[in-house]
């Protein structure tokens, strides 16, 4: 009989515990302050919450509008941490890669180029840097630039941008008129003009056709399928393609003249890329496309 009201003293003890609005457990509150303006409310807000039991997580949450009945002014509210939803964590975006299934032909040439800049290019255009002042080179690679203003805008035109043709006609009898013969680019110095910096690989970019695969190709270095032959149809655009008979010795010479003279005036980043880098061949790769890719979404 004793243990019999013993038990039902406990029972009951044990209930008024478990009943008890001072025991019962309930989700962890939190300070929230609401990050608003005097705009109107939008549909959701976002409120950003820290856990005091944890203090090292933090969440961003979004409360519906009817939520929360609270101006601004009126201070920290208190939520119970239970009864908010964590925001759903947003996916990482995938890096993208140019495809190169023939990367053991590609690395050969590669090595190539390499070769070439380091024992030819390099100390010819280390030499050319000597005896040429900065503003004479600068001044020729205008010229090259001024002289090759049909491939641009041809591919303006071939991309439906009249912005882009309308800012290279300018440029080219602005350069003509005043920037003497186009050594001098006058058009960006004196009316902000910049060249639009247009190919055909491009336009097929635009128009919607992939790099396909990559390229490696010797002397000119790295591409792609899709803009090999934006190279090939450019040619047809370039002027010194009008002379006839004299194309080839004028190109080739003027190609040779114009590539050493770029490169007098980037020696140093191709060294800095390959320092940087594990596997230079990747990093050039990877470099390229990511700027091709640039210049079409652009």
Not at 278 to 296: G, M, N, V
Request: net charge negative.
């Amino acid at each position: 009989m004793k243990m019999s009201w013993g038990l039902s003293i406990l029972s009951i003890f044990c209930l008024a515990i478990f009943f008890h609005p001072c025991m019962a457990s309930s989700p962890p509150e939190v300070s929230i302050t609401l990050s608003s303006s005097e705009e109107p409310a939008s549909s959701e807000q976002e409120i950003e919450a820290m856990d005091p039991l944890k203090n090292l997580e933090s969440w961003t949450y979004f409360l519906p509008e009817s939520a929360i009945s609270v101006r601004p002014d009126e201070g920290p509210i208190r939520v119970a941490i239970a009864n908010i939803p964590p925001a759903p964590l947003k996916p990482e975006e995938e890096i993208e890669t140019i495809p190169d299934p023939i990367e053991p032909v590609n690395r050969a040439f590669f090595t190539f180029n390499d070769r070439l800049y380091f024992w030819v290019l390099k100390p010819v255009a280390s030499g050319y840097r000597t005896v040429a002042p900065e503003m004479v080179r600068v001044c020729l690679r205008n010229f090259f630039s001024h002289v090759t203003t049909p491939v641009r805008l041809v591919n303006c035109l071939l991309q439906a941008d009249l912005k882009c043709a309308g800012t290279e006609t300018a440029r080219f009898f602005l350069n003509t008129a005043i920037g003497f013969a186009g050594f001098f680019d006058s058009a960006k110095t004196g009316f902000n003009l910049e060249k639009q910096d247009r190919d055909f690989g491009q336009t097929l970019g635009i128009w919607g056709m992939g790099p396909v695969f990559y390229i490696d190709l010797p002397i000119i270095g790295p591409s792609s399928l899709r803009d090999g032959l934006g190279y090939v149809v450019d040619l047809s655009f370039d002027p010194r393609t009008y002379i006839p008979g004299a194309y080839f010795y004028l190109d080739v010479d003027a190609w040779t003249l114009d590539k050493v003279n770029e490169t007098s005036l980037i020696i140093g980043e191709y060294e800095d890329l390959k320092k940087a880098a594990l596997d230079p061949y990747i990093a050039l790769r990877e470099a390229y496309h990511q700027y091709r890719q640039s210049k079409i979404k652009k």
